[in-house]
């Protein structure tokens, strides 16, 4: 399975983006996948899990600003970023988890401006 995230730009501070990530083989045997992001000079993190059964998991600084969703018949993990701060700027990947080597993709980059 190959997972490419496709949605970033540059947005201000307060707005909004949609990251989709789209898998080139069926996620549905995958029991969580997640979102995760990189910022410049510091590691890369989780943000957000989702189980097959639908179950959600935020880090604090994202809980109540980002929804994470997924379809298992499309084969695709979407992130909607709401209220967004520089805080959030970084590049966005997506990958099971706990994550695969193999799936890290070149992931989307998210530019939020003050």
């Known amino acids: 399975v190959q997972l490419q995230a496709s949605g970033g730009g540059l947005v201000q501070a307060g707005g909004s983006l949609r990251l989709s990530c789209a898998a080139s083989g069926s996620i549905g045997s995958i029991p969580i996948m997640g979102w995760y992001r990189q910022a410049p000079g510091k590691q890369r993190e989780l943000v957000a899990l989702i189980s097959n059964l639908g179950s959600k998991t935020y880090i604090d600084s994202v809980r109540g600003r980002f929804t994470i969703s997924r379809d298992d018949a499309k084969n695709t993990v979407d992130l909607q970023m709401n209220s967004l701060k520089p805080e959030d700027t970084a590049n966005y990947y997506c990958?099971?988890?706990?994550?695969?080597?193999?799936?890290w993709g070149q992931g989307t980059l998210v530019t939020v401006s003050s």
């Open positions: 990958n099971q988890n706990p994550p695969a080597r193999a799936y």
